[in-house]
């Protein structure tokens, strides 16, 4: 199915996305770096690593790239406040307070623990980083999704009749604005995997909703012909791929793209989640020590940790041809490496001296 009407060259795309209002954030474009020690681990394929985590901003992340065009149109907007939320250790929370500190604005976050407190709530990981950028921090006890949204709609009303004029966490507009960055990080994978000569076979990434969608509509909108694969963080009450679907038309048209992507286009799986959102999984725990003892290179446990274990999970199953390169997009988030730090001690081994190779 074609999922733009028509095609366009990187460089014409590139022109329409840099068209938007944007405030700059981050240190672009991050590197494309090869892992041949992880990939001979695997047995292959050749793995390619987007290093979206050095994004720069506040410890960086994917949600950097979103920030250049969200707090670019808060601004343009007049806002004087961000009223924003998510999970407790959310990386998106830290990177957007981290954003309102370098453009001057004011942000509360809402952020949701999932349920009552059992006693006080730990200041480490993001949540530490949040206090220290000067973010006004709510914790309730709701899960992200609905019902921290609830909160932040609450929160940004009460804020709104106090004569403040807030910029808050919609999805339903926030999400497109934020998928047109990662339009740009498609681009830039293409043109740093040309000048290493290669075509990928597969791009990889964590992604339940604008991340990936915008790295859907790329790869589309250039006529590119390998897969985008996104290997959900959490199962949202709603149709994903719906979603996502939709927020990649919505984010076209922000960018004069004329697309139709339906839920059948996007490759989600999630499968990988775990038992619950933040959860780890083994499988999770065994990516993050595989990727740290080969390459020097974290991931966090909810988020990239996850996607790599789908990724390592495909290659096992043969579900790759071992001599095509494949990229991972590696999103971000190890901040909260330090908030899991009692379960990476107990279930990461220690590396054996009698077996130094082994990466467990």
């Keep these: 199915m074609t999922l733009v009407e028509t095609t366009l060259a990187p460089v014409e795309l590139r022109e329409r996305v840099e068209s938007l209002p944007r405030y700059p954030l981050g240190h672009l474009p991050t ?17 390619w690593i987007k290093r979206d985590d050095c994004t720069g901003l506040a410890f960086g992340g994917n949600k950097t790239r979103h920030n250049e065009f969200l707090i670019a149109d808060a601004l343009q907007k007049g ?20 954003a309102c500190a370098k453009a001057g604005l004011e942000i509360h976050l ?39 949204d609830e909160q932040i709609a609450r929160v940004a009303a009460e804020y709104r009749a ?30 740093q995997a040309e000048e290493v000569d290669f075509t990928p076979q597969a791009v990889y990434g964590c992604s339940a909703g604008s991340t990936g969608s915008g790295l859907s509509l790329g790869a589309a909108a250039i006529g590119a012909d390998f897969p985008v694969r996104h290997v959900a963080p959490i199962v949202w009450p709603w149709d994903t791929r719906d979603d996502m679907a939709k927020i990649a038309n919505e984010a076209a048209e922000l ?29 999770c725990l065994e990516a ?3 990727l740290a003892r080969t390459e020097g290179i974290l991931v966090d446990p909810s988020y990239s940790g996850k996607a790599l274990a789908g990724l390592i999970d495909h290659i096992r199953n043969g579900q790759l041809d071992p001599d095509q390169p494949v990229v991972f997009v590696h999103t971000g988030g ?11 001690a107990r279930e990461i081994a220690p590396r054996s ?8």
């Design 110 to 148: 809402v952020l949701g623990r999932g349920g009552p407190a059992d006693g006080p709530d730990p200041v480490q990981g993001n949540l530490l980083l949040d206090h220290l950028v000067g973010a006004h921090v709510e914790i309730v006890e709701e899960s992200v999704g609905p019902g921290v």
């Design 255 to 283: 960018i004069d793209v004329e697309a139709k992507f339906q839920a059948d286009d996007i490759e989600l799986f999630e499968e990988f989640v775990g038992p619950a959102y933040g959860e780890v999984t083994p499988g």
């Design 334 to 344: 190890t901040p909260a490496l330090f908030a899991y730090n009692e379960i990476l």
């Design 288 to 290: 993050i020590a595989l």
């Design 353 to 360: 001296l009698d077996d130094p190779h082994s990466p467990a």
């Design 162 to 191: 106090a004569g403040r004029n807030v910029y808050e966490w919609d999805r339903y507009t926030v999400k497109s604005l934020a998928a047109v960055s990662y339009v740009l990080c498609l681009l830039e994978i293409v043109e």
């Design 31 to 47: 590197p494309l770096e090869h892992l041949p020690r992880f990939s001979g681990v695997l047995g292959g394929p050749p793995i």
């Design 79 to 98: 806002a004087d406040l961000v009223v924003w939320g998510a999970g407790l250790q959310s990386n998106n929370c830290r990177q957007t307070a981290a």
